[in-house]
């Protein structure tokens, strides 16, 4: 039951990372490589804020300030020109990994490349008849389960959201209705930076951070996306949250080392017995 | 002098790295994330049999070629109907999983303690234990193994691969077996990086988990894309600049722990200038579009 | 009258000796609920020569993707019987044929059958030269084989018999100085042969060809028709042709079979018969021109080059106006093919613009770029006075433009409520036969095309692609009926019409 509980935390936090990859990916078509930069670098700025006193509320709000900022940089420096040059998928990705090393290399130069922690000590308990969660993990469930139930109601519910499924799904018919796409991508990345910040903070705040696993766990996030379905936001919500439960089942069965292989062997199997929607089977001409 | 030779064979390993990426990359349009990967898989076989079970240098090498081959097309195999952006993603979970399996298979690779006291190779009896003799052989490597890929290369398989390159589907309405060719390209590209592999280890006599990372694929996919992709002076000038790097900073004079991460540092940035001025990469001769 | 009767019956026995080599039975294909091929059957002979037609939209393009391996019909039979040898494909497919990764309908194992398909846009390979590119398609080459092709002396000479073989081929065809030419200096009609010598080097023995004239100029034509000719009679290839009404003519010249489709089915004809009147389809836009030049307004047409017209049409009461949209010397690539060259035209508030032009000519292309969704190449493009060459789409729109394209682009995952929200299309234009809830990509192609013109933002100057693809009767009419209402308001629309026969 623990395991389990355990399980949908981490899965949720795997979701908000879903969240933040796909909101980038079905409405660009970009492989948002750099959100693993935006999650490696977000505990850093709030350590280092919460270190100089500035306590712990402003803390939080500039590292939010900065990570949405430099997310949306990602769209206006680097993909937007690319997009009216009309580079390939390929070209995009490749830029977005050049960014991403790019950052991690500067925090590793500031920061130094160890691993840290956000707290220091040992974390407060809750004790629910029998079952033990840290401060930390229920600060996690509640926060990210809120999120997640606040962005699908609006995507449903809202003009906005509306828009901005829209932008998923048809770019240029959107902007022939006269919709700003320019706008609405510069802040479906800032978007992508809140989400993804939301659950670097987090994790951070139970196991610590450190320069070098940004890119692992945007694997996973991706994989709960492609597993999910490409295109919906729904999908790799349930997908995240399964992940992150067996991949706890997983850990307590086996060991941690083994994790992240048995994800991508499920994405490996997933891939090949229900390519729906990821493999173009039945139009043969829509080719790489 | 001695640093010299040691430099040039670095140079030697990663060219025919850099070949055997280009050949998946720039000719077959594979992007592969897990080079770093089948280049470790070479390296502990060879180690291991030459360790282990005592084999001299060209059956273990023969044998971990053979090896990582078989690999590649169990990869390969099930993998030839995607498109490029989720082979990517294939290609990754083959990174973490074959690192993984490095790191945790302690039984087998000793884990994070690697393997230890690789011998020197011994060639038709005579050891090759000098610096000046290593580089010898890892020249005639590299040039053989940069011989066979100019014949193959212009040969119709070359040119096959060029045409599905350029239009996968004209080239399968010709009645091109794209999906055959494609395998074939992986599993010279996976070979030869083996090779690689094999020699990096008896040249350093120690290998361990830590350089065969995601990190060290995604520096091999730079190499390849800054060097230039599609032809053959690229992968070249991208092994020159990888190893060129390092050095011009000691001559700046930064900190060795730093080294490291600046050198990444302007791998990054290369690549994010050559994807928006020159995504056919310094020296390459096919542009993605 | 006696020689005709006599040609066609020695044509008659001629073919009834003649082995049918293509066949299909009751294939249906349909795309989300629109049934675009219903029922198609037909036998193809050796040597025949066969024209298809139809109009834009018609699934001309489908057909020819299935019987070439790009795409699989839903249902039904294709019998292949070249040589000798029997191949016979049925869908639905039974699963275990489905896993067997050697026994799948693909386009290169339609080619290996002989099945051959020149592209409309040519897709000749960009790295390579002409005669590289002939060489390439040789079947069989053991030099394909990595090990043979280090090692092997034999292959070695192969690849040079191929290389002579193909080089004494294009010198046949005229373009001996142009072997070591790459792609993009050679000129179109030139680069339309080689992709006919390349896919007849790859051992085609039925041939597809997509609209093969399209883009060519006189010279052009008879060289590639001459080239056919002699594939056709000299060397028995049989040859499927798709082609748009402008060409139909020149290829009659050598067709024995007309099929027309129309509508998902069929129709089979023998090309000496008198030809339904699809060819003679009358311009629905001449009554309309007609009604909106009233009694005292004028019209007038420009010719452009490659063979297209600019109709404007100029409302009586309407004297000359300023211009409103001008197009300057624009050039506009897609890949390394120059769609536009050069191409200026001027607008002028208040007109109607008719721009009927052969497929291929770049209409679509020329409005994309109009409204920033491809770039150009060089050239100017000036709305209302204000330059456009690098504001983006939705900036346009707000400048005072609309477009209509012509791919029936909806929001596929939205319902049409939610689109008509979208885009503050609150009057439903036509019948009420879009149903609120459906989504996207559930509709029709006469319904997106419907939604797709509702949703059109206001503007002073509406731009429409091919707006009556998928149209019915009724809705042509109405959409008729709008554009004289937009004519009136002081709108100026340019709408491109694909190629009609003069009545």
């Not at chain 2, 990663?14 to 897990?34: E, H, K, P, R």
């Not at chain 3, 092997?152 to 142009?178: F, H, I, P, V, Y």
């Amino acid at each position: 039951m623990h395991i389990l509980i355990n399980g949908l935390i981490q899965g949720l936090l795997i979701s908000l990372l879903a969240i933040g990859f796909s909101i980038v990916y079905n409405s660009t078509g970009i492989f948002h490589i750099a959100q693993g930069a935006i999650y490696t670098v977000a505990p850093f700025l709030l350590f280092s804020f919460i270190k100089v006193g500035t306590g712990i509320p402003i803390a939080v709000l500039l590292t939010f300030a900065i990570t949405i900022f430099l997310s949306m940089s990602f769209e206006k420096v680097n993909h937007w020109p690319l997009y009216r040059k009309e580079a390939s998928t390929m070209i995009q990705l490749i830029s977005s990994l050049g960014i991403y090393i790019v950052i991690i290399q500067i925090v590793a130069i500031i920061w130094g490349n160890e691993a840290r922690v956000l707290r220091g000590g040992i974390d407060v308990t809750y004790n629910f008849s029998g079952l033990i969660l840290t401060r930390s993990q229920m600060m996690g469930g509640i926060i990210s389960l809120s999120f997640i139930i606040i962005f699908l109601f609006w995507l449903k519910r809202t003009n906005s959201g509306l828009m901005f499924t829209a932008l998923s799904d048809n770019p240029i018919q959107l902007s022939l209705i006269g919709y700003d796409i320019t706008k609405l991508r510069l802040f479906a990345f800032g978007l992508s930076g809140f989400f993804t910040t939301v659950a670097a903070i987090l994790t951070a705040l139970d196991i610590g951070f450190d320069p070098h696993g940004g890119l692992n766990i945007v694997l996973i996030a991706i994989v709960a996306t492609i597993i999910g379905g490409r295109g919906s936001f729904v999908g790799p919500v349930i997908c995240g949250i399964l992940l992150g439960v067996i991949r706890s089942q997983v850990v307590w069965y086996t060991s941690a080392r083994w994790e992240d292989t048995i994800t991508f062997l499920l994405l490996v199997l997933f891939l090949f017995v229900r390519p729906q929607g990821i493999i173009s089977n039945k139009g043969r001409l829509e080719v790489l | 002098m001695n640093y010299i030779l040691h430099l040039l064979i670095y140079l030697d390993i990663y060219i025919i790295i850099t070949m055997s990426l280009n050949l998946l990359v720039g000719y077959g349009g594979l992007f592969q994330l897990a080079h770093a990967a089948y280049y470790g898989i070479g390296a502990y076989t060879t180690a291991l049999l030459m360790v282990a079970l005592g084999w001299g240098f060209i059956p273990a090498i023969i044998c971990s070629i053979i090896i990582t081959g078989c690999l590649s097309l169990l990869v390969s195999i099930p993998a030839w109907r995607f498109r490029s952006d989720y082979f990517v993603m294939l290609s990754l979970a083959v990174q973490v999983t074959i690192y993984s399996l490095l790191y945790n298979w302690t039984g087998l690779t000793k884990g994070p303690f690697g393997i230890t006291g690789i011998p020197k190779p011994t060639i038709l009896g005579y050891k090759i234990d000098t610096l000046p003799n290593m580089f010898i052989l890892s020249t005639v490597i590299a040039i053989i193994c940069g011989v066979i890929l100019y014949v193959l290369l212009r040969s119709p398989w070359g040119k096959a691969l060029k045409a599905m390159r350029d239009d996968e589907l004209a080239a399968r309405g010709l009645g091109k077996n794209t999906r055959l060719f494609k395998l074939q390209a992986f599993l010279i590209a996976c070979s030869m990086v083996a090779l690689a592999g094999g020699l990096y280890a008896t040249y350093v006599s120690y290998i361990d988990p830590t350089s065969f990372t995601l990190d060290e694929s995604i520096l091999m996919l730079s190499m390849v894309i800054v060097g230039g992709t599609g032809n053959f002076r690229g992968p070249i000038v991208g092994a020159l600049i990888l190893i060129a790097i390092p050095e011009i900073l000691r001559f700046v004079h930064i900190p060795d722990a730093f080294a490291a991460n600046i050198r990444l540092l302007i791998y990054g940035l290369l690549i994010v200038t050559m994807a928006h001025f020159r995504p056919q990469g310094l020296a390459g001769k096919y542009r993605f579009k | 009258m006696d020689a005709m009767t006599e040609n066609i019956k020695r044509k008659e026995e001629r073919k009834s000796h003649a082995d049918v080599v293509f066949s299909t039975n009751n294939l249906v294909k349909a795309f989300g609920g629109q049934v675009i091929l219903n029922d198609i059957s037909f036998n193809i002979r050796k040597g025949e020569v066969v024209l298809l037609r139809g109009e834009n939209g018609s699934g001309k393009t489908t057909l020819v993707n299935i019987l070439t391996g790009n795409l699989e019909p839903d249902r039904g039979e294709i019998h292949i019987n070249i040589n000798g040898d029997k191949e016979v494909f049925i869908w639905p497919r039974p699963w275990w044929k489905e896993i067997n990764p050697l026994d799948h309908f693909t386009p290169e194992r339609l080619a290996w059958e002989g099945i051959g398909r020149v592209w409309q846009d040519i897709r000749l390979f960009p790295t390579m030269t002409a005669l590289e590119n002939v060489v390439v398609a040789s079947p069989e080459q053991s030099g394909e084989n990595p090990v043979l092709a280090l090692f092997s002396k034999k292959a070695k000479k192969e690849n040079r018999q191929n290389t002579k073989k193909s080089s004494e081929w294009l010198s046949m065809l005229g373009l001996g100085d142009r072997l070591d030419s790459s792609c993009d200096k050679i000129s179109l009609g030139q680069m339309k042969r080689v992709a006919i010598a390349r896919a007849i080097q790859a051992g085609a023995k039925i041939l597809f060809l997509d609209e093969p004239l399209s883009g060519l100029d006189k010279e052009g034509i008879s060289e590639v028709m001459g080239y056919l000719e002699t594939l056709a009679k000299k060397n028995s290839i049989t040859l499927v042709i798709v082609e748009h009404v402008f060409n139909i003519p020149t290829v009659l010249k050598l067709a024995n079979t007309v099929w027309t489709l129309s509508n998902g089915k069929l129709m089979i004809n023998k090309s000496d018969e008198t030809i339904d009147d699809k060819t003679k389809e009358v311009n629905p836009f001449h009554d309309l021109l007609r009604q909106i030049a009233g009694e005292n307004g004028k019209t007038h047409t420009e010719k452009l080059p490659n063979g297209a017209k600019l109709a404007t049409v100029i409302p009586e009461g309407l004297g000359d106006s300023q211009s409103v949209l001008e197009v300057k010397v624009l050039v506009v690539k897609r890949g390394i093919r120059t769609v536009i060259d050069r191409l200026s035209i001027n607008l002028k508030k208040g007109h109607l613009y008719i721009l009927e032009a052969p497929n291929g000519w770049g209409k679509s292309s020329l409005l994309d770029v109009i409204a920033g969704i491809h770039p150009l190449e060089s050239g100017k493009i000036i709305l209302k006075g204000k330059e456009l060459n690098t504001i983006p789409t939705h900036e346009r729109i707000k400048i005072g433009l609309a477009y209509l394209r012509s791919q029936q682009s909806v929001f596929s995952s939205l319902s049409v409520k939610e689109q008509r929200k979208l885009s503050n299309a609150n009057i439903p234009l036509f019948d009420n036969s879009l149903n609120g809830k459906s989504k996207g990509s559930y509709l029709s192609g006469g319904e997106k095309q419907k939604l797709l013109i509702e949703m059109l933002p206001e503007a002073d100057v509406c731009l429409l692609d091919e707006p009556m693809i998928g149209l019915d009767k009724g809705s042509i009419e109405k959409l008729v009926e709008l554009i004289k209402q937009m004519i009136e308001k002081g709108k100026t629309l340019l709408i491109t019409v694909p190629e009609y026969k003069e009545v």
